[in-house]
């Protein structure tokens, strides 16, 4: 008994030392953009997959130092269109604009919630950056956002609704950066 004593201490010594030589856990990756894409992905690259993927690059332009592509056909429930911002030839940003014409002001927030808790589960709790309704005008303006920021990445997620008597517009926006 006294010798397995003994021996303890320089088996926690040794402990001590190996663990001390292992690399520490890496910092939390980058938020990737969707779609299987990765940051400084090439222009042509996308068109490649785009094309294949049987989307349509339905407007291209050039805005200050970027270059905007206005994509339809991505298949995902409500994605009415998807923005790929380029900088020098590289992606830098996407844009998913979600629309739901059929649904309820309670179907938007029940999914509202349910994309904040899943990227609030896989990055952290998100911040509150935008909680507006503008009644000024006889157009009613409610704007909500939240945003994620990891490593050298951003990502927003916002609803807007703009309701005029019984003309109603909702969508939800997801926004991937590159920052």
Known sequence: MALANRRFPAW???LALIF????SAPAVDDIPPP???HWNDSMTKLEQVLVGAKAKIV???RKEKREVW???GLVQPGLRRTLFIFRDGFLVEVELQYEYPDWTIERFNERMG???RYFDAKF???????RTRDTDSDVVQTLVGYQWIV???MLELFYFSAQRDQLVFRSITVTYKAI
Do not use: D, Q
Not at 20 to 23: I, K, M, T
Not at 124 to 130: D, E, I, R, Y
């Open 59 to 61: 407007s291209r332009e």
């Open 70 to 72: 206005t994509v339809e």
């Open 114 to 116: 349910e994309i904040r």
């Open 124 to 130: 952290g709790t998100g911040k509150l950056v935008s």
């Open 151 to 153: 490593s050298g990445t």
């Open 20 to 23: 001390a030589w292992v690399p």
């Open 35 to 37: 779609f299987g894409f």
């Open 12 to 14: 926690c010594a040794l």
